[in-house]
């Protein structure tokens, strides 16, 4: 059965780059139908996708984000990663790896990890 | 635009049916895929595509699209039904996702 556990600082300086792992198991993320989500939620608030990447490396980023954000995998070791640079605290949020079905006809995010909540203060 | 609009809160009667809507642009287009979440849970997909539920969601949960917008039916809401769901689907890049803002479902 296939999981997904984040990983990482909990609490992060402002102007500082939040760092975020997502550890695979149970199935590779060499897989061609997958690409591997993130996507956080600010305490009270609604869903936000961040992006995506496939195994090849190609990235999707949300356009407001973009700047800020660098999503990379490591096949070796089954793992995708987050960096957000330049935080604040309206980055302050439960962080959220999924993974992402993705074919002409559907997307949709079947596999969440639990989540990890990442404060931004000093 | 890429946005997806959903209304803040819906609330329903044990055992009646509720519908919850998501409009956007993409919807002409792209379909829409939909998540429950409950208090400090990680989201869980709950219908994909115009109609499509993945294992382990039960029956009386549908969906369908019409334009643009997007509806997820509850037949016969339960007490655990009560949740946020959210709609997402692509936006006009078509590589990209976009969530709408989420519905509160209350079961009175």
């Known amino acids: 059965q296939l999981q997904l556990q984040e990983s990482g600082p909990r609490l992060v300086k402002p102007s500082a780059t939040l760092s975020l792992t997502c550890s695979v198991s149970?199935?590779?993320?060499?897989?061609?139908?997958?690409?591997w989500g993130w996507i956080r939620q600010p305490p009270g608030k609604g869903l936000e996708w961040i992006g995506n990447?496939?195994?090849?490396?190609?990235?999707n980023y949300k356009p407001s984000l973009k700047s800020r954000v660098t999503i990379s995998v490591d096949t070796s070791k089954n793992q995708f990663s987050l960096k957000l640079s330049s935080v604040t605290a309206a980055d302050t949020a439960v962080y959220y790896c999924?993974?992402?079905?993705?074919?002409?006809?559907?997307?949709?995010?079947?596999?969440w990890g639990k989540g990890t909540t990442v404060t931004v203060s000093s | 635009s890429s946005e997806l609009t959903q209304d803040p809160a819906v609330s329903v009667a044990l055992g009646q049916t509720v519908r919850i809507t998501c409009q956007g642009d993409?919807?002409?287009?792209?379909?829409a895929s939909w998540y429950q979440q409950k208090p400090g849970q990680a989201p869980v997909v709950v219908m994909y595509g115009e109609d499509n539920r993945p294992s382990g969601i039960p029956d009386r949960f549908s969906g369908s699209s019409s334009g643009n917008t997007a509806s997820l039916t509850i037949a016969g809401a339960q007490a655990e039904d009560e949740a946020d769901y959210y709609c997402?689907?692509?936006?006009?890049?078509?590589?990209?996702?976009?969530f709408g803002g989420g519905t509160k479902l209350t079961v009175l």
């Open positions: 997402n689907s692509r936006d006009s890049s078509g590589n990209r996702l976009v």
């Open positions: 149970g199935a590779s993320i060499r897989s061609n139908t997958y690409y």
């Open positions: 993409t919807l002409r287009t792209y379909y």
């Open positions: 999924a993974k992402e079905y993705k074919d002409s006809f559907y997307y949709y995010m079947d596999v």
């Open positions: 990447i496939y195994h090849s490396g190609s990235t």
